[in-house]
């Protein structure tokens, strides 16, 4: 392995630190190469390798970003060669969403307004594609491939209201039979969303210790255009502690889901009855670079959030965890981003595709990250259950198989940890 202090970075202002980071990050996994005091400045100086001088100065003048690969999946100097360096910083550390032209009607940056919407490219792991170019191209050394590590997690966002939701779709379905299971378990006081056990049996099966996520605030709350759910159950109800003590007991790992409501990450946290060193926003609403901060200032270390709600694939074009640069702060994150592959409301909400036409995107997403990846898949509690949610069971068992055949293990958070953080 090599360092990035091989390189002499003549970069100024903010692009300094960016590139200096960045590439920290990157050789970490990289062979070893006899070069050193390689020169790294703007095109015209006399720099060995020279990248884009507008890409510069855009950073330097400040957000928006997001039109910065406006005719172009890369950048490119002004003789028109692809510059693979400026192009991997600037997806890597989530620079289109700095400045946030649009946002969709919950305050997050839509796939829609997204360079890979518009150049269809959500599923490639582009990053690593221009880093790999970028070391041929100076004979600094070779990645070193790795095989994919699999991340499995639960949102708890609701345990209770199977009685209403599944209970209407079994009236509107004329399913009286499914309506008698649905009352016979609120009877026994077994509610179907209540699940955890049984999603903690089948993953036991793949020998994989997943991650749940708890909301620790209740109700709606009133967005400017829409009213969103938090949780339907009180954090610090005996049913609930229970079932954390279990979830632990059995190896399996916990987090926050930061609920949408205005309370601080540090309010939330404290509300939790075990230790917590990892986030997913609830909706993944959040903001960048916003959101850099706000997990710093927590005190977390890891955070799942990072993915597009209405469509599959890598936020950042790169699919292992990562610590980005935070240009507003100037300083490098000392928390680990895990990027969200796929998501099964991804598909009930947004794409819509039949049971057989999502089982073979998210399996074919899988196939193409077969290495230098951590899949991260986000299966709530609900679709655990069949009736409203039929065949999603099935899809998350395909992808568990595929999975195991092609020997891609479970990763735990601490694994992540000592294995990406710097």
């Not at 720099?47 to 950048?75: K, M, T, W, Y």
């Not at 990027?339 to 399996?363: C, G, V």
């Amino acid at each position: 392995m090599i360092a990035a202090s091989i390189f002499d970075i003549q970069l100024t202002g903010q692009c300094g630190p960016m590139f200096r980071h960045t590439l920290d990050q990157l050789f970490k996994h990289v062979q070893s190469t006899q070069r050193s005091n390689v020169a790294i400045g703007i095109e015209g100086s006399e720099a060995e390798i020279q990248v884009s001088n507008r890409f510069c100065e855009r950073i330097q003048q400040g957000p928006p970003f997001v039109n910065i690969l406006d005719q172009h999946p890369e950048v490119r100097r002004k003789d028109g060669s692809i510059d693979h360096l400026s192009t991997l910083m600037y997806m890597v550390n989530y620079l289109q969403e700095y400045g946030r032209v649009e946002q969709d009607d919950i305050g997050r940056f839509p796939f829609y307004a997204s360079y890979q919407k518009r150049f269809d490219v959500v599923s490639k792991a582009l990053v690593l594609y221009h880093f790999k170019k970028f070391l041929a191209q100076y004979e600094l050394g070779k990645w070193i491939d790795q095989p994919s590590r699999l991340f499995v997690s639960h949102d708890n966002d609701g345990l209770f209201r199977s009685f209403k939701q599944d209970g209407k779709f079994a009236l509107s379905k004329g399913r009286l039979d499914w309506l008698l299971r649905i009352v016979f378990s609120e009877a026994i006081r077994k509610p179907r969303w209540f699940n955890m056990d049984r999603i903690m049996d089948i993953n036991d099966e793949y020998d994989l210790k997943s991650t749940f996520f708890w909301l620790v605030e209740q109700g709606d709350v009133e967005l400017e255009s829409r009213r969103l759910r938090n949780s339907d159950y009180a954090i610090d109800d005996p049913r609930i502690q229970r079932q954390m003590k279990k979830i632990e007991a059995r190896g399996f790992e916990q987090g926050l889901h930061k609920s949408i409501s205005s309370y601080g990450f540090d309010e939330e946290i404290a509300l939790l009855p075990f230790a917590c060193q990892a986030n997913r926003n609830h909706f993944l609403r959040l903001q960048i670079p916003e959101h850099f901060q706000e997990m710093e200032d927590a005190g977390l270390k890891l955070d799942f959030s990072l993915g597009f709600a209405e469509e599959f694939g890598l936020r950042n074009n790169y699919a292992l965890p990562y610590q980005p640069y935070d240009l507003n702060h100037g300083q490098a994150s000392s928390v680990l981003y895990v990027p969200l592959m796929i998501m099964d409301t991804t598909n009930w909400t947004y794409k819509q595709h039949s049971i057989e036409e999502f089982r073979i995107k998210a399996l074919s997403l899988i196939e193409e990250h077969e290495q230098n990846a951590v899949i991260s898949i986000l299966w709530h509690n609900k679709y655990f259950t069949d009736m409203k949610f039929e065949g999603y069971l099935q899809v998350y068992r395909s992808i568990l198989d595929l999975c195991r055949e092609r020997g891609i293990a479970g990763v735990s958070q601490q694994e992540l940890l000592n294995q990406y953080t710097r």
